[in-house]
């Protein structure tokens, strides 16, 4: 069975690992939701976890509701010269920064507008580093409860972050903060490196009791 997914802003780990294991379908017609991968991910700094975070531009209306296909960042802040020095910054020292950065780099040079698409980019660019296909197939339409495809949209929620058995790889700074499970795939790219799509691949995830 397929699995339905919203493309996030450099996924976590075990998005990423369903993305590899499963034949994914991407969620493109539900509302935008606040707190939510859609616009943050998660990294780790000589601080601990730390979020980046893509400013939106709000829309007004009677609820505010907007497609989040439709959601436009906010680049009047340069968010991305901030959110690129920061991950220079935290993982400058890791195995394999240098050897990625020229494929990262161009996402925080670009003009892109449209949320979901620059997410999608953040994933064809990893999809790209370690050797995958990005899927392509997008949802005909919003549906609550899915009944041809698995509904993986929760993995979405930042805020119901699920404690996943992940494997520990080795972190920048473990030795300060201990291993930080499941944060942005960026972090087990520039640590793991071409380990990356083992790694991903041998992650057991028991994605219906999640």
């Known amino acids: 069975m397929k ?112 949320l979901y698409n620059f997410n999608l980019k953040t994933i064809e660019v990893i999809a790209a580093c370690i050797g995958v296909e990005v899927p392509t197939e997008k949802s005909e339409k919003y549906e609550v409860d899915p009944e041809t495809v698995f509904d993986a949209r929760f993995l979405a929620d930042a805020k119901k972050g699920k404690d996943w058995d992940v494997e520990p790889y080795s972190q920048v700074f473990e030795e300060r903060h201990g291993f930080v499970p499941n944060l942005s795939v960026l972090d087990l790219l520039f640590n793991e490196g071409t380990n990356t799509l083992t790694y991903l691949k041998s992650l057991s995830l028991d994605l219906k009791h999640a």
């Open 3 to 114: 699995i339905l997914v919203h493309p996030s802003y450099f996924p976590s780990i075990a998005t990423f690992a369903v993305i590899v294991q499963h034949e994914v379908i991407w969620e493109a017609h539900d509302n935008f939701q606040k707190q939510t991968y859609r616009n943050r991910c998660y990294i780790s700094t000589d601080k601990g976890k730390h979020m980046l975070n893509i400013p939106i531009k709000h829309v007004g209306g009677k609820d505010g509701r907007q497609k989040y296909a439709d959601v436009t960042m906010e680049n009047s802040y340069n968010w991305k010269k901030e959110h690129w020095r920061t991950l220079e910054t935290a993982y400058r020292t890791s195995p394999f920064f240098e050897f990625y950065e020229d494929e990262l780099r161009p996402l925080y040079e670009g003009n892109d507008d449209s």
